[in-house]
C-alpha cells in the first residue's frame, strides 16, 4: 500500500474523528470533574498556587487553564477569579465549592470558559491518534496501522472522552508516546533517544499518576532487554551483563532522572510560587491525616518546609491522595448492586459492554491467527534452535505492550474505584495495535497464486469491510451521546442505564439538552435530581426544582414533571451489597411503574407525575 493512499486516508480518519468530538462537545454541559479540574487549571495558570485539585498531576489542567486565559486575552473577556471565598482563602482543598462558584457564579461566561477549556483535550486525541498509526505501520506496514487508526478514530470511549477537561486522555497519551520513546532509545540508546525518552517520560508523569506504573513496566522492559542483548553479544556473558546492565538499567534511571529533573520539579515549582509554605503544610497535614503508612505523609510534611523540595512534597502529596482514594473506592451501581468495595468482573465486562463488536470480534480473530502462528513457531523453534534471546530483541514492542496490558488491567481489577471504562482507557491504544498486527498478518497474500488461496483472500476483505462499516454505523448512531454508547449485544445506548452507570453514561452532560427540551415542550416547572458539572438554576432558572431521592413522592402532584440523572436513578434502585450501608436504596423503586417521557441522552430520566 502506497504512502500516496496511506496518509490521506490516515488524515482523513483523524479529521473525521475530530469532526465527531469537536461538534459532539458543542451541546454538552460541564461533567462533573470539570467543575474541579478547569476552575483549577486556571488557578494554576494566573496564581502559582496548586491549593486546588492536587489529586490530579497538572498538565490537562494547566492546558484548559492556559487556553480560558488566552481565549479571554484575545476577546478582551474579563474572567473574575473569586479569590476572596473561604474555599480558596481557608478551606482544605475546596475545589467543588470554588470550581461552581467560579464557572457560573461570579458573571462569568461559564459555556465560553468549558468549551476553550476542552480544545487542547481535542488535541491530545490528534497527537494520540498520530503516533497510534505511526507505531502500527512501522511494527506491522501501512494495512495495520489504517486498521489501529481506524479502530482508534472510532472507539466511542475516545470520541467521548476526548472533549472533556479530564487526565483519561492525556494518560493515554502520555503511557503511549512515553513506551514509543522508551523502546526508540532500547534500539538505538545514543544520548539524544535518551534526552528524548526522558522529557517525553517526565511529561508523562504530568498527565495522570496512574502513568507511574511505566516505572516498574520500563524498569521490567530494561531488564528482559538487557539479557537478550548479552546473549547475543560475542564478549563473554559476564562482562556483557555488566555493561549492558550499566548501559540498559543505567539508562532507564538517567532518563526517569531527566524527566523529574527537568519537566516535573521545574513544572511543580512554579505551581507552588505563590501558594503559602504554612497552607501546604497545614493542607498535607489534614488530607494525609489518615494515611496509613505513616512515614509516607510525614515525609512529604517534612519536604514542604524545605523550600528547594516544596516542589517534590507537593508531587508526593498527589501520588498519595490517589493511592488513598484507589483503596477506598466509591460508591457505584453495577448490575443491580451498590457496594464501594468493587467487584472483580467490573472492568472486564465494562469493557465488553462499552467497545464495539467488531473489536471484540477481530481480538478473537487475532488470538487465533496469534496462536495458530506461535504454535507453528512453537514447533519450528525446537526444529531449528531458534535464538529466542533474538526474538526478545525482534518483538521488544510487542513485548512491552502486552506486559503493559497485563500490568494495568491486573492494577485496575484489583482496585475498588469502579467508576468508569475510562480508567482503562491507557490500555485500548495497545490493544488496538496488536489487534491490528495479527490482523495484517492474516492478510498477507499467499506465496502462490492458487485460485482457491485468492478467494480466500478475497474473503477476508469482505469480512473485514463489513466488520468495519458495521463499527461506522454502530458508533455515528450514537451520535452525540459517545458517553452513552454500549454495543448491540447488551441492548444498545437505550439499555446501558440498567448495567452501568457514572463516567460510562451519566457524567452531568445532558443538563443543556434537558434545558432545551423544557423549552421545546412549554415545560415551566420540572423537579431534578441531577448529578453533573452544571449549576441547574444556570440554564433552567426559575423552572428548576430541587428534589432527592430521599423526599417522599407523596410531594408530586399529578401533572408535574419529575427529571432523574441515570446515576441518581440507578442508585436509587440498586440493592446495597451484603455489609454494605446505602441510605438511598430503593427510593426510586417508585419509578418503576412509571414509563419515562424522555429520555435527555440516555443519561437523564423525565417523568410526568400521574
Same mark, same amino acid.
Given at each position: 500500500?502506497?504512502?500516496?493512499?496511506?496518509?490521506?486516508?490516515?488524515?482523513? /480518519?483523524?479529521?473525521?474523528?475530530?469532526?465527531?468530538? %469537536?461538534?459532539?462537545?458543542?451541546?454538552?454541559?460541564?461533567?462533573?470533574?470539570?467543575?474541579?479540574?478547569?476552575?483549577?487549571?486556571?488557578?494554576?495558570?494566573?496564581?502559582?498556587? /496548586?491549593?486546588?485539585?492536587?489529586?490530579?498531576?497538572?498538565?490537562?489542567?494547566?492546558?484548559?487553564?492556559?487556553?480560558?486565559?488566552?481565549?479571554?486575552?484575545?476577546?478582551?473577556?474579563?474572567?473574575?477569579?473569586?479569590?476572596?471565598?473561604?474555599?480558596?482563602?481557608?478551606?482544605?482543598?475546596?475545589?467543588?465549592?470554588?470550581?461552581?462558584? =467560579?464557572?457560573?457564579?461570579?458573571?462569568?461566561?461559564?459555556?465560553?470558559?468549558?468549551? %476553550?477549556?476542552?480544545?487542547?483535550?481535542?488535541?491530545?486525541?490528534?497527537?494520540?491518534?498520530?503516533?497510534?498509526?505511526?507505531?502500527?505501520?512501522?511494527?506491522?506496514?501501512?494495512?495495520? +496501522?489504517?486498521?489501529?487508526?481506524?479502530?482508534?478514530?472510532?472507539?466511542?470511549?475516545?470520541?467521548?472522552?476526548?472533549?472533556?477537561?479530564?487526565?483519561?486522555?492525556?494518560?493515554? @497519551?502520555?503511557?503511549?508516546?512515553?513506551?514509543?520513546?522508551?523502546?526508540?532509545?532500547?534500539?538505538?540508546?545514543?544520548?539524544?533517544?535518551?534526552?528524548?525518552?526522558?522529557?517525553?517520560?517526565?511529561?508523562?508523569?504530568?498527565?495522570?499518576?496512574?502513568?507511574?506504573?511505566?516505572?516498574?513496566? =520500563?524498569?521490567?522492559?530494561?531488564?528482559?532487554?538487557?539479557?537478550?542483548?548479552?546473549?547475543?553479544?560475542?564478549?563473554?556473558?559476564?562482562?556483557?551483563?555488566?555493561?549492558? #546492565?550499566?548501559?540498559?538499567?543505567?539508562?532507564?534511571?538517567?532518563? /526517569? #532522572?531527566?524527566?523529574?529533573?527537568?519537566?516535573?520539579?521545574?513544572?511543580?515549582?512554579?505551581?507552588?510560587?505563590?501558594?503559602?509554605?504554612?497552607?501546604?503544610?497545614?493542607?498535607?497535614?489534614?488530607?494525609?491525616?489518615? %494515611?496509613?503508612?505513616?512515614?509516607?505523609?510525614?515525609?512529604?510534611?517534612?519536604? @514542604?518546609?524545605?523550600?528547594?523540595?516544596?516542589?517534590?512534597?507537593?508531587?508526593?502529596?498527589?501520588?498519595?491522595?490517589?493511592?488513598?482514594? !484507589?483503596? +477506598?473506592?466509591?460508591?457505584?451501581?453495577?448490575?443491580?448492586?451498590?457496594?464501594?468495595?468493587?467487584?472483580?468482573?467490573?472492568?472486564?465486562?465494562?469493557?465488553?459492554?462499552?467497545?464495539?463488536?467488531?473489536?471484540?470480534?477481530?481480538?478473537?480473530?487475532?488470538?487465533?491467527?496469534?496462536?495458530?502462528?506461535?504454535?507453528?513457531?512453537?514447533?519450528? @523453534?525446537?526444529?531449528?534452535?531458534?535464538?529466542?534471546?533474538?526474538?526478545?530483541?525482534?518483538?521488544?514492542?510487542?513485548?512491552?505492550?502486552?506486559?503493559?496490558?497485563?500490568?494495568?488491567?491486573?492494577?485496575?481489577?484489583?482496585?475498588?474505584?469502579?467508576?468508569?471504562?475510562?480508567?482503562?482507557?491507557?490500555?485500548?491504544?495497545?490493544?488496538?495495535?496488536?489487534?491490528?498486527?495479527?490482523?495484517?498478518?492474516?492478510?498477507?497474500?499467499? !506465496?502462490?497464486?492458487?485460485? !482457491?488461496?485468492?478467494?480466500?483472500?478475497?474473503?477476508?476483505?469482505?469480512?473485514?469491510?463489513?466488520?468495519?462499516?458495521?463499527?461506522?454505523?454502530?458508533?455515528?448512531?450514537?451520535?452525540?451521546?459517545?458517553? @452513552?454508547?454500549?454495543?448491540?449485544?447488551?441492548?444498545?445506548?437505550?439499555? +446501558?442505564?440498567?448495567?452501568?452507570?457514572?463516567?460510562?453514561?451519566?457524567?452531568?452532560?445532558?443538563?443543556?439538552?434537558?434545558?432545551?427540551?423544557?423549552?421545546?415542550?412549554?415545560?415551566?416547572?420540572?423537579?431534578?435530581?441531577?448529578?453533573? +458539572?452544571?449549576?441547574?438554576?444556570?440554564?433552567?432558572?426559575?423552572?428548576?426544582?430541587?428534589?432527592?431521592?430521599?423526599?417522599?413522592?407523596? /410531594?408530586?402532584?399529578?401533572?408535574?414533571?419529575?427529571?432523574?440523572? !441515570?446515576?441518581?436513578?440507578?442508585?436509587?434502585?440498586?440493592?446495597?451489597?451484603?455489609?454494605?450501608? =446505602?441510605?438511598?436504596?430503593?427510593?426510586?423503586?417508585?419509578?418503576?411503574?412509571?414509563?419515562?417521557?424522555?429520555?435527555?441522552?440516555?443519561?437523564?430520566?423525565?417523568?410526568?407525575?400521574?
Amino acid at each position: 500500500m502506497s504512502k500516496k493512499i496511506t496518509y490521506p486516508l490516515a488524515a482523513l /480518519m483523524l479529521i473525521f474523528m475530530l469532526y465527531l468530538s %469537536f461538534s459532539s462537545m458543542l451541546g454538552d454541559s460541564a461533567i462533573i470533574d470539570e467543575v474541579a479540574h478547569l476552575p483549577a487549571g486556571y488557578s494554576y495558570i494566573t496564581q502559582q498556587d /496548586m491549593r486546588l485539585n492536587p489529586e490530579h498531576p497538572p498538565l490537562v489542567k494547566d492546558l484548559a487553564g492556559a487556553s480560558v486565559w488566552l481565549w479571554s486575552k484575545i476577546s478582551g473577556e474579563t474572567i473574575n477569579f473569586p479569590d476572596s471565598l473561604p474555599s480558596w482563602q481557608k478551606d482544605i482543598n475546596g475545589q467543588w465549592d470554588f470550581g461552581f462558584n =467560579f464557572i457560573y457564579n461570579s458573571c462569568n461566561n461559564a459555556d465560553a470558559m468549558i468549551f %476553550f477549556g476542552r480544545i487542547p483535550t481535542l488535541l491530545l486525541l490528534l497527537i494520540l491518534g498520530i503516533y497510534v498509526f505511526k507505531w502500527a505501520r512501522e511494527l506491522y506496514g501501512p494495512f495495520a +496501522g489504517l486498521l489501529a487508526l481506524f479502530l482508534y478514530s472510532f472507539s466511542p470511549t475516545f470520541l467521548a472522552h476526548g472533549r472533556f477537561v479530564t487526565t483519561d486522555v492525556a494518560a493515554a @497519551a502520555a503511557i503511549f508516546i512515553s513506551s514509543y520513546y522508551f523502546v526508540k532509545w532500547l534500539k538505538n540508546p545514543s544520548v539524544k533517544n535518551l534526552i528524548i525518552a526522558g522529557l517525553i517520560f517526565g511529561l508523562a508523569q504530568l498527565a495522570k499518576f496512574s502513568v507511574f506504573l511505566i516505572v516498574p513496566l =520500563f524498569a521490567f522492559i530494561a531488564l528482559i532487554w538487557l539479557l537478550a542483548k548479552s546473549k547475543n553479544s560475542q564478549e563473554p556473558l559476564g562482562r556483557a551483563l555488566l555493561k549492558n #546492565a550499566w548501559k540498559y538499567l543505567g539508562g532507564t534511571v538517567a532518563l /526517569m #532522572a531527566i524527566g523529574c529533573i527537568f519537566i516535573i520539579l521545574p513544572v511543580y515549582f512554579y505551581h507552588i510560587i505563590n501558594y503559602p509554605v504554612a497552607k501546604q503544610q497545614a493542607d498535607i497535614k489534614f488530607i494525609l491525616s489518615s %494515611f496509613g503508612i505513616r512515614i509516607i505523609p510525614n515525609t512529604i510534611y517534612w519536604l @514542604a518546609g524545605i523550600p528547594v523540595l516544596r516542589a517534590l512534597a507537593e508531587y508526593g502529596l498527589g501520588l498519595a491522595m490517589v493511592m488513598q482514594r !484507589a483503596a +477506598g473506592g466509591n460508591t457505584t451501581y453495577f448490575l443491580g448492586e451498590i457496594s464501594n468495595l468493587g467487584w472483580k468482573s467490573y472492568f472486564p465486562l465494562v469493557y465488553l459492554m462499552k467497545e464495539t463488536l467488531t473489536l471484540h470480534i477481530l481480538t478473537l480473530l487475532a488470538l487465533f491467527v496469534f496462536t495458530f502462528n506461535w504454535l507453528k513457531n512453537y514447533t519450528n @523453534a525446537f526444529k531449528e534452535k531458534i535464538n529466542w534471546s533474538q526474538t526478545i530483541e525482534q518483538k521488544i514492542a510487542p513485548i512491552l505492550m502486552l506486559s503493559f496490558l497485563a500490568l494495568y488491567w491486573w492494577y485496575s481489577i484489583r482496585t475498588p474505584l469502579n467508576i468508569g471504562v475510562r480508567h482503562v482507557l491507557p490500555t485500548f491504544a495497545f490493544i488496538f495495535i496488536l489487534v491490528a498486527g495479527q490482523i495484517a498478518s492474516w492478510f498477507k497474500k499467499p !506465496a502462490d497464486n492458487l485460485p !482457491a488461496k485468492k478467494s480466500g483472500l478475497r474473503l477476508k476483505y469482505i469480512l473485514l469491510s463489513g466488520l468495519i462499516v458495521w463499527q461506522i454505523v454502530s458508533v455515528i448512531s450514537v451520535y452525540p451521546s459517545f458517553l @452513552a454508547y454500549f454495543n448491540e449485544a447488551v441492548g444498545g445506548p437505550a439499555n +446501558g442505564y440498567k448495567y452501568v452507570t457514572d463516567s460510562n453514561l451519566d457524567w452531568g452532560q445532558d443538563m443543556k439538552r434537558l434545558a432545551q427540551w423544557t423549552e421545546e415542550n412549554n415545560v415551566n416547572k420540572i423537579y431534578l435530581d441531577y448529578f453533573g +458539572g452544571a449549576t441547574t438554576e444556570y440554564y433552567l432558572g426559575d423552572k428548576f426544582m430541587p428534589w432527592h431521592c430521599s423526599a417522599s413522592p407523596t /410531594m408530586l402532584k399529578s401533572g408535574d414533571w419529575l427529571a432523574v440523572s !441515570a446515576t441518581f436513578l440507578q442508585g436509587g434502585r440498586g440493592k446495597p451489597v451484603p455489609g454494605f450501608q =446505602f441510605d438511598s436504596g430503593g427510593c426510586y423503586n417508585w419509578l418503576d411503574s412509571y414509563t419515562p417521557t424522555a429520555v435527555i441522552g440516555h443519561s437523564i430520566f423525565v417523568y410526568q407525575i400521574k
